[in-house]
């Protein structure tokens, strides 16, 4: 296999998921690339998140689910709601920024797999649909966390987040038992990016690594015929001269500058190397290239050396282009393998 590899590290799972999906909704993104307001599950998610990402109390109760549940259930929910929204009012008195900096991630919204809360909600409280969204956020101490969080479709069409689902329990059964979401919200949508700009790219290392391999697609302009999807993409040497050795893979990481981030683009990879003869269909090329998407982030691309044919020594050069405009370039020297004859 002569896999040439590009894939965002944290979308490589969703790439594959929706080119058998039929027509997608239209969704106009916010100027952070992700989903914003009521219209939709996943648009209220991430408006809980920038609540505390900004410590906007009124935009925190203006995302909550409307009072609901007999007997003393609106009492304390409502001391609940008036508790949080001081408690970020009094976060926003702080000099130094704490808890949740940005959005990293969203995942599309999912239902529940009992079918209990949904059914109870209806009847009880009129609501027309209950899921979950999973939303990562990157905090200001450096690490990334991951907040589960339960939306419902009221009887007026919009959607709301329940902020404490613990409260319900007949709403929220099973609501951490579900599995870990894996498809990004964009596999919901045809998502439109307002002022979308591709500027650049920076690459920010260069030399050997290692990867594990989960998956493989045809990519009939690349020698050997497929790319691979890749998982684990670890630097392991800093350099660009590199020994022809079966199973070294070589690459670089870099990172796409424009806005919104996290945009989803089309990009399109270029490599060019020394004549490689695939001894199965006896053609020779020097070149090759393939689109694929990306996103307005880090990403990486490597090319990996397994067949013997493939151990030519020379100039190699990948570049990643944006339409018309190269973004980045990198050189490498495949070197005769030395180690080899030790």
């Known amino acids: 296999m002569k896999p040439f590899l590009t894939f965002l590290c944290l979308l490589a ?53 409307r009072l609901y549940a007999g007997g003393n259930g609106p009492v304390a929910y409502a001391e609940f709601l008036q508790t949080t929204a001081a408690s970020i009012q009094q976060e926003a008195t702080r000099k130094e920024a704490r808890g949740p900096k940005s959005i990293g991630k ?27 969204v999973d939303v990562g956020v990157l ?17 007026d069409g919009l959607w709301y987040v329940h902020p404490a689902p613990q409260v319900s329990p007949l709403l929220s059964a099973g609501l951490n038992d579900e599995p870990a979401s894996q498809t990004d919200f964009s596999a919901a949508y045809e998502v439109v990016y307002p002022n979308l700009a591709v500027t650049g790219a920076v690459i920010t290392e260069v030399g050997i690594y290692t990867a594990r391999p989960v998956e493989t697609q045809a990519a009939p302009g690349v ?58 269909t006896g053609k020779t090329q020097t070149r090759y290239e393939y689109e694929h998407q990306s996103r307005i982030a880090s990403s990486y691309t490597a090319y990996s050396m397994d067949e013997e044919w493939e151990l030519v020594a020379g100039s190699w050069k990948f570049s990643v282009w944006s339409g018309d405009k190269k973004l980045c370039e990198q050189a490498f020297q495949v070197v005769p393998d030395t180690k080899a004859k030790e």
């Open 13 to 65: 799972t969703a790439v594959g998921l929706v080119a058998a999906e039929p027509a997608r909704p239209k969704l106009t993104v916010a100027d952070d690339g992700y989903p914003a307001g009521r219209k939709t599950p996943e648009g209220v998610a991430c408006d809980l998140a920038r609540a505390f990402i900004q410590r906007d109390a009124a935009l925190f109760t203006n995302t909550c689910v």
């Open 106 to 132: 969203v995942f599309a919204a999912r239902h529940l797999s009992r079918n209990g809360p949904a059914s109870y909600g209806y009847a009880a409280f009129s609501f027309q649909e209950i899921m979950f």
């Open 139 to 155: 905090l200001h101490n450096g690490k990334a966390a991951l907040n589960r969080t339960m939306v419902i479709r009221d009887k």
């Open 223 to 280: 020698a050997g015929g497929n790319r691979g999807v890749l998982d684990s993409f670890t630097l392991v040497q800093t350099t660009t001269n590199i020994p022809a050795r079966k199973g070294i893979r070589f690459g670089f990481r870099y990172t796409i500058q424009g806005t919104p981030t996290n945009a989803s683009i089309l990009l399109k990879t270029v490599g060019e190397h020394p004549p490689l003869k695939d001894p199965r």
